[in-house]
C-alpha cells in the first residue's frame, strides 16, 4: 500500500510599510512576526513608539543603510521599516445571534479594485464597524498592497471569510439582522432615509457590476446617493464613507 503524505497549505507571509501599520503589527499578539526591516537613522528609527514596540521583538531588527535600504523597498513609502509577519488576516464568519443591538457589518460582494478595497477597510474600522465580510472566492483578495493601503486598520477591524454570500446573507437574515444593499435603483430610498441604528448588514458589489442580482435579492432596503453633477459615478469606497459613517450619526443621535 503507498501512503500519501496530506499537502499542508503553507502559511501565507504579509509585508506592510510605515509607521501605522508597522505600530499596529507590533502591538498585536495576532501575528508571528518573521523579519522586520528598518532603515539607519530614518523616521521609523528615530520614533520613540517604534523604539519602544521593537524591545517586545524577540530577534534582532535588521538595520539598513540607506543605499540598500532603498534598493530593496524601491517604489514603496516606507518611513523607513518593513514588517514581514505571517498569520491568518481573515477568520471564518461566525454567529452573531446573541450580539449586540447596533451590531454593524459590511459585506463586499466582489469588490475588484485592491485600493478600493484597502480604503473600504480604513473606513469600515473608522466608522465604527464590527467586522468586514470577504467571499472567499470573487473580487480581489487581502493581498499586501491592500493591507497596505488600510494602514494598519486590518488589524484592530475583524474581517471575516464566507464561502456563500447569499447563505451568508440569509444567517445574518435569520440572527435578525436587516440586509441594505447600495446601488443605483429607481426602488432605493435615498441613503440617510433608511434606519441603520439597529442590527444591520450593509452590502457593497463590485465597481463595474454593482451588487450581483441574487444577492440583491436577499437585501430588505436598498440605498442611493444621488449625484448632483455630470458624472454619474461615485467610487465605491467614497459610497461606504458616505452610508457607515451616517449609521454612526444615527448610533450617537440616539445616545
Known sequence: MVCVKSQRTAPQTHTVYGLNSAKQVLRTDRFEIT???????????????????????????????????????KGYRTQG???????????????????KPTMGFLLGDHISDPQNLGQIIRTAECAGLDGLILPERGGTQLTDAVLQ????????????????????LQQLKDEGFWIVGVENDEQAKVWYEIDYSGKVAIVVGSEGQGIRQLVRRRCDFLATIPMQGQINSLNVSAAVSAVLFERQRQINAEK
Do not use: M
Request: with cysteine; glycine share 6%; net charge neutral.
Open 35 to 73: 523579519e522586520i526591516d528598518i532603515h539607519k537613522n530614518g523616521p521609523a528609527e528615530k520614533d520613540p513608539v517604534i523604539t519602544d514596540l521593537l524591545k517586545e521583538v524577540t530577534f534582532a531588527p535588521r538595520y539598513w543603510t540607506n543605499e540598500k535600504f532603498a534598493r530593496k523597498y
Open 81 to 99: 521599516i518593513a514588517v514581514s509577519f505571517i498569520g491568518p488576516v481573515t477568520t471564518p464568519f461566525p454567529s452573531f445571534a446573541n450580539g
Open 149 to 168: 493601503v488600510s494602514q494598519g486598520a486590518f488589524v484592530t477591524l475583524p474581517i471575516y471569510s464566507c464561502g456563500n454570500v447569499q447563505q451568508t
